[in-house]
C-alpha cells in the first residue's frame, strides 16, 4: 500500500515557492498518495492572490496532484469535537486536518509548529 499524505497550507505555499522546504514536500507528493483538504486549498489559493501571483495556476497545481477531501458534515463535527475538548490548544483548522488525516490513513505534512508534536511530517 503506498504512503499517504494530507498536505497543510504551509507545506504547500513551501512547495509552490520552491524552496528547499517545498522541495521535500515535493519529494513526499512523488512518493506517495497525496490529498488535501477543501478549506486547505482555499487557505493557498488566498495566500497565492494576496501575494499577487497566479492564484489559478495555484488551484490547478493543487488539485491535479492531490484528490480533494472536501469538509462535509461529519468531518466538520469530528473536527469540531477534538477542537472543543482542547488537545493541545489546537485550532479548529489544526483539528481539521488531523481529522482528514485519520478519516483517509494518512500523515500530515506541515511546517507548522503546531504538528511538531502530532504525527506529522515536518519540512521546516
Known amino acids: 500500500m503506498p504512503n499517504r499524505y494530507v498536505i497543510d497550507s504551509h507545506a504547500w505555499a ?35 492572490a494576496n501575494e499577487k501571483q497566479d492564484s489559478a495556476l495555484a488551484a490547478r497545481a493543487i488539485q491535479t496532484i492531490s484528490e480533494i477531501i472536501d469538509v462535509d458534515s461529519a468531518l466538520a463535527i469530528a473536527a469540531a469535537e477534538r477542537q472543543g475538548r482542547g488537545e493541545r490548544k489546537m485550532t479548529l483548522r489544526h483539528a481539521l486536518l488531523i481529522e482528514a488525516s485519520k478519516k483517509v490513513g494518512a500523515e500530515i505534512v506541515s511546517g507548522d509548529k503546531k504538528f511538531a508534536s502530532a504525527r506529522a511530517i515536518m519540512v521546516k
Do not use: F
Open 14 to 48: 513551501e512547495y509552490l515557492r520552491g524552496s528547499p522546504p517545498g522541495r521535500r514536500v515535493k519529494e513526499i507528493v512523488e512518493s506517495g498518495e497525496v490529498y488535501t483538504t477543501s478549506l486547505t486549498l482555499a487557505e493557498v489559493v488566498s495566500h497565492v
